[in-house]
């Protein structure tokens, strides 16, 4: 079932033959520096995946064969027309290939790779997800994306007898969703102030010319049919539906975190740095390698692309226009999540995930901050940028150098 991509890294080396080596030091190939031939060393391998704690079941291998299901199901979207593999095709190195991600209503940035994201320390591009299994549960509720509810997506479930077999396999008995009108067939808590609902209601209102869509009021107050239904449980058949909703983000993780970059010829060229083998450091030619110089001298790229995963997992204003606020928009709605790794749906609220929150900066980001990409399987993964504003890799480099 593992699924391994296999993609390369774009190749990045230096140029020039190779340097001497003593038997306890790894060969810099000229006319690399030593500091650069120890930077490059920084760079490789990819290390094992840390362990999640907040998930007691990222590691399960059936619970990764049963979140491989649920990625591939789109009866768990709305109209039941939409996987997480719509956006994330495998096909397409787990991306869409567009330049703006669009779901059942289009969205504001292009749609990364799920390659290496359990490496990632934050998910989306503005970080307002800590954990992988929180991740995947917000396309599902999302308006701009899936449109479902966990009511909805658990009477899928549940109904399915591959699906609910393998669910109780591993987490223990479902809800009781058959049990008539005490869950009802939709239904889910509406935060009223969250971005993706905004702009579903600015949609809405274009498309009605300005009725403001679909609304319900009561009280002055827009009241979602979703969170009518949700209101109709008890907080005991809440919490329930909640728990099975949050394992089912939990299994896809399990799937996702197998999601992860073979070794690339600029790992096989590493290698060789090491071993001073010479048909290793031959798997970078020297086009390859007078990039690399670049990448670690002049150009300065290393500065934001270091490390294994060739991204200081931090967030940075590249100067460009638009509206999008980016980490400052996200650091309020990760504040506000309600499935983040301190809550009480994780398996280890108290740890190091507490750390990661906890510790946040309290200052206001300014402009337009987003995280830096992975390099690693970047020539695979166009367009670039957050809004996928370059086609090429050309285009991304003739702008930042």
């Given amino acids: 079932m593992s699924r391994r991509a296999g993609i390369g890294l774009l190749a990045l080396a230096a140029c020039g033959g190779e340097g001497e080596r003593s038997p306890s030091q790894p060969v810099i190939p000229r006319p690399l520096t030593a500091e650069e031939g120890r930077r490059a060393l920084q760079l490789s391998p990819l290390p094992a995946l840390a362990p999640d704690p907040t998930n007691a079941f990222a590691d399960h291998p059936a619970a990764a064969r049963f979140g491989q299901r649920l990625f591939f199901d789109e009866r768990l979207s709305r109209d039941a027309d939409r996987a997480c593999?719509?956006?994330?095709?495998?096909?397409?190195?787990?991306?869409?290939?567009?330049?703006?991600?669009?779901?059942?209503?289009?969205?504001?940035?292009?749609?990364?790779?799920?390659?290496?994201?359990?490496?990632?320390?934050?998910?989306?591009?503005?970080?307002?997800?800590?954990?992988?299994?929180?991740?995947?549960?917000?396309?599902?509720?999302?308006?701009?994306?899936?449109?479902?509810?966990?009511?909805?997506?658990?009477?899928?479930?549940?109904?399915?007898?591959?699906?609910?077999?393998?669910?109780?396999?591993?987490?223990?008995?479902?809800?009781?969703?058959?049990?008539?009108?005490?869950?009802?067939?939709?239904?889910?808590?509406?935060?009223?102030?969250?971005?993706?609902?905004?702009?579903?209601?600015?949609?809405?209102?274009?498309?009605?010319?300005?009725?403001?869509?679909?609304?319900?009021?009561?009280?002055?107050?827009?009241?979602?049919?979703?969170?009518?239904?949700?209101?109709?449980?008890?907080?005991?058949?809440?919490?329930?539906?909640?728990?099975?909703?949050?394992?089912?983000?939990?299994?896809?993780?399990?799937?996702?975190?197998?999601?992860?970059?073979?070794?690339?010829?600029?790992?096989?060229?590493?290698?060789?740095?090491?071993?001073?083998?010479?048909?290793?450091?031959a798997a970078l030619g020297d086009p390859a390698r007078r990039g690399l110089q670049l990448f670690l001298g002049k150009a300065n790229c290393h500065f934001c692309h270091g490390g294994p995963l060739f991204s200081d997992l931090e967030f940075h204003d590249l100067g460009f226009d638009g509206n999008d606020p980016g980490r400052s928009r996200g650091l309020e709605a990760l504040r506000r999540f309600e499935f983040l790794g301190t809550s009480s749906w994780s398996d280890d609220p108290h740890g190091e995930a507490r750390i990661q929150v906890d510790f946040l900066p309290t200052h206001r980001h300014v402009g337009s901050e987003f995280k830096t990409p992975s390099l690693r399987n970047v020539a695979v993964t166009p367009p670039y940028m957050h809004d996928g504003r370059f086609a090429t890799l050309k285009d991304v480099v003739r702008t930042q150098v």
């Fill in 85 to 281: 593999a719509t956006c994330h095709d495998p096909a397409q190195a787990f991306t869409d290939g567009e330049r703006i991600a669009i779901g059942l209503l289009p969205l504001e940035r292009h749609t990364p790779t799920l390659i290496n994201a359990a490496h990632q320390r934050w998910q989306f591009w503005d970080g307002r997800v800590d954990r992988l299994w929180s991740q995947a549960l917000v396309p599902f509720e999302s308006p701009l994306e899936h449109a479902s509810s966990r009511l909805q997506i658990l009477h899928v479930v549940a109904a399915d007898a591959i699906l609910r077999a393998e669910y109780e396999a591993i987490f223990g008995p479902l809800p009781a969703m058959e049990a008539g009108a005490r869950f009802p067939p939709v239904g889910r808590p509406v935060p009223a102030d969250d971005h993706a609902h905004k702009l579903a209601a600015e949609h809405a209102a274009k498309s009605d010319g300005g009725s403001g869509g679909h609304a319900h009021p009561e009280g002055g107050h827009f009241y979602h049919p979703h969170q009518r239904a949700w209101d109709t449980l008890t907080p005991e058949d809440q919490a329930a539906v909640t728990r099975a909703f949050v394992n089912l983000g939990k299994a896809i993780a399990a799937y996702e975190r197998r999601l992860v970059a073979g070794r690339s010829p600029f790992d096989v060229f590493v290698e060789g740095m090491r071993t001073g083998d010479e048909d290793k450091l």
